[in-house]
């Protein structure tokens, strides 16, 4: 980087930069402080705002409703996290060379390009009490048919296992390239000593992959967050709300039921849980800028 | 290379991997698979409960010419592809001309500007949705294919700018130096030196958020609501509303709806998983 001489040239960089901000700014960073603003009121969305203070957030910690979106969104978090090891487990399991594994490993990829919309579909499919293949493999052990995504216990586990189906793919092909790029030299070196299996897993190969990792674990839990579409498809939030998460109770309450303020005040409470993991990445991300 | 190489296990243990990794891959695909065969079902199969199996007589080739005029699918997949090529084609164009401003110019408040987009395309897509469903609405541009390329626009220029500018840093400063020395300006810089170096990187872009954009589901809800203008991640859902038992017909628009973006990604492969595992080898 160098300065630059002439005047002009110096406005170089704002003309550059104007587009991309100026959009930036009218469609994400005035929208989230509108919408912070917005939930200090009570509003149908069309009509007038009426300044309410505190009242949105004081009536969400009393909504049954907005614990169980909530504790839905921890248990979405918590199982979301067995996507980064499992992407890794088929990752070892896939990297070999063996005559048509690029196409093997490339297929495993699918479920992460194709819509979550069809996700949604396949696995409703699949957990049908009548038909579903999921239903006939527990009639194979004896088992009782379970309707998996009308029953208020197993319906969110239901979503996650068909949320995970793609995250893990994407946790794959992370591995994937971060076991493209090992230092050989360290892994002969270890081998040598007698290291291998489950030891040099740990100790050799795991740290190399720290960054596949970083970003396997804050694309995991932003996703685990930010689930949307799957519940939207599956079940609409169903039965009685038990599948909801923050962000389509949110939806739920500004669209369906014309709360645009209380919608606001869970989209905030949404926003607050996840810049905690934005501000962590952001603090990773700019320190080995710096390094 | 660890695992170590198969080939240096026994015989054995080298064949049934081989089996065991076709194997392993059906399953990882059943879902899809059973899709695809339901795409080929008679009506009397699906009434007779079989989801699973082979289908009794094979109506591919009706089932979708059914999909293509008796639903809209023709016009939704439509729409996905004017929503999504420009959108596309906005978000790189504006996300490479920030991410060099930001990659190869000093200036205050550079690395805040960046930290900016990086941390707006994180965000739950429902801190922005009201405004941004207001602001679309005042424009007039609610419920036209114009209205969401904006937002995608405008949103994946987070994501777009954050790469770009991560690419554009690694390119040599010389190259500019030097044509600064030599006078030229600084959009012949851009144009005639940055542009052609970054090529790679706008293709590995472009496979990428074309997925993210054709893919998305929430704002084609918010921002869209009649058949003339929605994307077919919308439109599929609409369709199992109205056509509830005819499962071979949501089938056969799954397929659909899925087959461009693994085509591209098939296509374009490399460039698809460079595009996601950037910042994966550093950071």
């Given at each position: 980087m160098q300065k630059l001489h002439s005047k002009q040239q110096q406005w170089m960089p704002v003309l550059f930069l104007a587009p991309a901000v100026i959009l930036f700014v009218v469609y994400v960073i005035f929208p989230?402080?509108?919408?912070?603003?917005?939930?200090?009121?009570?509003?149908?969305?069309?009509?007038?705002?009426?300044?309410?203070?505190?009242?949105?957030?004081?009536e969400l910690f009393d909504d049954y409703q907005f614990w169980v979106a909530l504790k839905n969104n921890l248990y979405w978090m918590?199982?979301?996290?067995?996507?980064?090891?499992?992407?890794?487990?088929?990752?070892?399991?896939?990297?070999?060379?063996?005559?048509?594994?690029?196409?093997?490993?490339?297929?495993?990829?699918?479920?992460?390009?194709?819509?979550?919309?069809?996700?949604?579909?396949?696995?409703?499919?699949?957990?049908?009490?009548?038909f579903g293949l999921f239903n006939k493999a527990l009639g194979l052990f004896g088992?009782?048919?379970?309707?998996?995504?009308?029953?208020?216990?197993?319906?969110?586990?239901?979503?996650?296992?068909?949320?995970?189906w793609p995250q893990i793919a994407y946790c794959m092909i992370l591995y994937l390239t971060g076991l493209?790029?090992?230092?050989?030299?360290?892994?002969?070196?270890?081998?040598?000593?007698?290291?291998?299996?489950?030891?040099?897993?740990?100790?050799?190969?795991?740290?190399?992959?720290?960054?596949?990792?970083?970003?396997?674990?804050?694309?995991?839990?932003?996703?685990?967050?930010?689930?949307?579409?799957?519940?939207?498809?599956?079940?609409?939030?169903?039965?009685?709300g038990t599948s909801s998460v923050l962000a389509y109770f949110m939806y739920e309450q500004s669209i369906f039921n014309y709360r645009a303020g209380y919608g606001a005040a869970i989209a905030t409470v949404l926003f607050l849980i996840m810049d905690i993991y934005i501000a962590y990445f952001l603090w990773r991300m700019l320190k080995s800028e710096k390094a | 290379m660890f695992p170590t190489p198969i080939e240096k296990r026994s015989l054995p243990f080298n064949l049934s991997y081989r089996v065991a990794v076709w194997i392993a891959l059906i399953l990882w695909l059943l879902p899809l698979v059973a899709v695809m065969l339901t795409s080929a079902r008679s009506t009397a199969d699906i009434n007779a409960g079989n989801y699973w199996g082979i289908p009794s007589e094979w109506m591919l080739f009706e089932n979708y010419a059914l999909v293509f005029t008796e639903t809209p699918m023709v016009r939704y997949l439509l729409n996905s592809i004017l929503i999504t090529l420009p959108a596309v084609l906005g978000a790189v164009a504006l996300s490479t001309l920030a991410g060099y401003a930001?990659?190869?110019?000093?200036?205050?408040?550079?690395?805040?500007?960046?930290?900016?987009?990086?941390?707006?395309?994180?965000?739950?897509?429902?801190?922005?949705?009201?405004?941004?469903?207001?602001?679309?609405?005042?424009?007039?541009?609610?419920?036209?294919a114009s209205g969401l390329i904006l937002f995608?626009?405008?949103?994946?220029?987070?994501?777009?700018?954050?790469?770009?500018?991560?690419?554009?840093?690694?390119?040599?400063?010389?190259?500019?130096?030097?044509?600064?020395?030599?006078?030229?300006?600084?959009?012949?810089?851009?144009?005639?030196?940055?542009?052609?170096?970054?090529?790679?990187?706008?293709?590995?872009?472009?496979?990428?958020?074309?997925?993210?954009?054709?893919n998305d589901y929430f704002w084609a809800l918010v921002l869209v609501q009649s058949d003339?203008?929605?994307?077919?991640?919308?439109?599929?859902?609409?369709?199992?509303?109205?056509?509830?038992?005819?499962?071979?017909?949501?089938?056969?628009?799954?397929?659909?709806?899925?087959?461009?973006?693994?085509?591209?990604?098939?296509?374009?492969?490399?460039?698809?998983?460079?595009?996601?595992?950037l910042g994966a080898t550093k950071g």
């Open positions: 989230i402080l509108q919408s912070i603003w917005l939930s200090f009121y009570e509003w149908d969305g069309i009509g007038e705002k009426t300044f309410v203070g505190f009242r949105n957030y004081i918590v199982f979301f996290m067995l996507a980064p090891p499992i992407g890794l487990g088929i990752a070892l399991f896939l990297n070999q060379k063996i005559m048509g594994i690029r196409l093997v490993k490339s297929m495993f990829f699918f479920p992460f390009v194709i819509s979550q919309v069809v996700v949604g579909l396949v696995f409703s499919w699949f957990y049908d009490p009548s088992m009782e048919p379970v309707a998996v995504l009308s029953d208020e216990n197993w319906v969110t586990f239901g979503i996650i296992v068909a949320g995970l493209n790029n090992l230092n050989p030299d360290q892994i002969e070196a270890a081998r040598l000593d007698g290291a291998h299996g489950w030891k040099m897993l740990r100790h050799v190969i795991l740290p190399q992959l720290r960054p596949a990792t970083f970003i396997a674990v804050v694309v995991t839990v932003i996703g685990a967050l930010r689930s949307f579409d799957l519940v939207a498809t599956m079940t609409s939030g169903g039965p009685f | 930001l990659a190869k110019f000093k200036f205050r408040g550079n690395i805040a500007l960046f930290a900016a987009f990086i941390a707006g395309n994180f965000v739950p897509f429902q801190i922005l949705m009201i405004p941004v469903r207001d602001l679309t609405i005042g424009m007039g541009l609610y419920d036209t995608h626009i405008a949103f994946q220029t987070g994501f777009c700018t954050l790469f770009m500018r991560n690419f554009i840093v690694g390119l040599p400063d010389e190259l500019i130096e030097a044509a600064r020395v030599e006078g030229v300006s600084e959009w012949q810089i851009f144009w005639h030196i940055v542009l052609p170096l970054v090529r790679p990187a706008l293709a590995a872009l472009s496979v990428l958020i074309f997925t993210f954009i054709w003339e203008v929605r994307p077919i991640t919308a439109g599929i859902s609409a369709l199992k509303g109205q056509w509830m038992a005819s499962w071979q017909l949501i089938a056969a628009g799954s397929v659909i709806a899925a087959l461009p973006p693994v085509i591209l990604f098939f296509a374009m492969q490399r460039h698809f998983i460079a595009g996601l595992t």
